[in-house]
């Protein structure tokens, strides 16, 4: 999936032990700090602090996603968390995060 590569979120795939497998250019940019590309086969839950590596282990068993928005450097992003499957199982998380509006419109469609 090269498109993954360059889009303007951050993609960021770990399997079901916490192991960081994929991050994308964007991922690994905003993590440069904290080792950027190297993050790849080591713990996420190294990454997290408490009560968000414990939230991460909760997801990953019961297969539950996650969802929040937080600013941080004067930007707000959405942070989106949730499994993926192999057949039926959960193999893992991915986490989505990109950029919004501080104040964006809200739709509501029927």
Same mark, same amino acid.
């Given at each position: 999936?090269?498109?993954? !590569? ?7 795939? &770990?399997? +079901?032990?916490? @192991?960081?497998?994929?991050? =994308?250019? +964007? ?9 950027? +590309?190297?993050?790849?086969? !080591?713990?996420?839950?190294? &990454?997290? $602090?408490? %009560?968000?590596? @414990?939230? *991460? !282990?909760?997801?990953? /068993? ?6 929040? @928005?937080?600013? #941080?450097?004067? #930007? !707000? #992003? *959405?942070?989106?968390? /949730? $499994?993926?499957?192999?057949? =039926? ?11 919004? %509006? ?9």
């Amino acid at each position: 999936m090269d498109w993954l !590569k360059e889009i303007s979120a951050a993609v960021t795939v &770990c399997d +079901k032990q916490g @192991t960081i497998m994929y991050m =994308n250019e +964007k991922s690994e940019h905003i993590f440069e700090r904290d080792g950027g +590309k190297d993050l790849i086969g !080591k713990s996420v839950f190294d &990454c997290h $602090p408490e %009560p968000a590596s @414990t939230k *991460i !282990k909760e997801m990953l /068993s019961a297969g539950s996603t996650n969802v929040y @928005t937080i600013e #941080k450097n004067g #930007k !707000k #992003k *959405i942070i989106y968390q /949730s $499994p993926w499957r192999n057949e =039926n199982a959960v193999g893992g998380m991915i986490e989505i995060s990109f950029e919004i %509006p501080i104040e964006m419109n809200h739709f509501v469609r029927e």
